[in-house]
Structures are given as C-alpha cells and as structure tokens.
C-alpha cells in the first residue's frame, strides 16, 4: 500500500467504528427488561456471543437468510440455556432487538478523532454486510454519517463480503479504483481476504494477531490508523 496513491479509505462498521458488543448488551438489557424476562445479561451473553459470530458466518456463506440469522440467534442461546421461551416471543424479541439496537451509539475509542483526521485528506466510505434497515440508522445516531460519501451494504450489492461483488460495487458508488482505495476491518475473512483478493490495500483492525497470516498492517486501536495514513 502505498500512501501517497490513495484517495479512498473504506471502513467496515460494526466492531471497526460502532462499537456493537456494547450496544447489543445494553439493547439486550432493555428488551428483556420491556418483556419481562428475568434473563441473566451475562450468562446469556457469554452464550449468544459465539452463536451470533456463527450466524453471521452462515449469512456470508448465504447458509442462512435474513430472518433465519434473527431468529436462529436467540432460540439456540436459549436451548443452551434451558430457557423456555416461545417461538411468538423469540420472534418478538427479534423485531424489538433491530427496533432498539440504534438507541444505543457508543463508538469505539477515537472514532471521531480519526474521522476528523482522515476526511480532509480523504474520501471515507462505509462497507458492510449489516442489514440496510439499521445501518444507515447507526450512522446517523452516533452522528458519524457525514464523514462518508458512500455507504455500501450487502443487500444493496446482493452479496456478501469477502465476495468481490461487493468490493466492486462500492467502488463504483464511489466512483474511485482499487489501486487508489485501502479497506479497514476488524474481520480477517470478510473485511481483510476480500479486499486483498481484489487488490485493495489493507489495514485490519484487531487486538489479536492470530488471524493475520497474510501478513497485512494491523492496528490495536484506532488512533493508530495516523501512523498508516
């Protein structure tokens, strides 16, 4: 990657800029809260965390649709749990859970900070495989929207990261190159191998270095994003 040839930098959203574990517990908390469901937060979160990751990967390899993700989720954390809770409920839950999730907007550390930096030197983008209806939602909530010019996601696209398709899409809504464009993700396979594929510079965003066999620059913290551009 070289700096001085790019114009673009696009962002992967959830666990890059929105902070969604944070969000997602508090939106946990007071749905359970508005249903009346004395849950245990903590341990039903030690258990969804690793279902939802699972689901999610399902969603990119299109093993799953849209609802079978929401639904599916929530009914195989409860089953471990040996929680009974109805179908009608689950599905309550569900709708409630994408209803409420955008009242809570914590970003991560230095979101702003780096955004503020990078929009002058920069074009900012936003690829995601999160659903239409909220990320758009999420952007403006957490009054980042205005940092992008363009905002990709996989229903728009119709495929999934780290599938070329979307990459190429949000190109041309950008109407830049990949020669002149780096991506920035925390998921290896999706945000990292998919851009790399195609020939983006990239910077992958995680505390672990496990998955990075490709070698690629990686950062900790946000911040450190000035070092790279």
């Known amino acids: ?53 699972t689901y999610w990967k399902r969603y990119r390899l299109g093993e799953v649709d849209k609802e079978a993700l929401r639904f599916g989720r929530l009914n195989d954390t409860f089953k471990i749990l040996n929680i009974d809770v109805s179908k009608p409920m689950i599905l309550k839950l569900s709708e409630a859970y994408i209803q409420h999730i955008t009242s809570f907007n914590h970003l991560f550390e230095d979101t702003v900070t780096v955004l503020d930096y990078l929009q002058p030197k920069y074009n900012l983008h936003i690829i995601t495989n ?42 041309n809504l950008a109407n830049t190159t990949v020669e002149q464009s780096v991506m920035i993700g925390d998921n290896f396979e999706a945000d990292i191998e998919g851009a790399v594929a195609l020939g983006f510079g990239v910077i992958y965003f995680s505390e672990s270095t496990a998955d990075n066999h490709l070698k690629v620059p990686q950062i900790q913290k946000l911040i450190e994003l000035k070092n790279h551009l």
């Open 130 to 171: 999160g659903f239409n209806e909220v990320q758009h939602l999420k952007l403006s909530s957490s009054n980042i929207a205005q940092y992008f010019k363009t905002v990709t996601n996989s229903e728009m696209a119709g495929v999934k990261k780290p599938h070329r398709d979307i990459f190429n899409y949000a190109l």
């Open 1 to 53: 990657m070289t700096k001085s040839k790019i114009t673009d930098v696009f962002f992967d959203l959830d666990h890059t800029l929105w902070d969604f574990e944070t969000n997602s517990a508090l939106t946990f908390h007071k749905i359970f809260q508005l249903h009346a469901l004395p849950i245990n937060l903590p341990e039903f979160l030690d258990v969804y965390k690793a279902i939802n990751t």
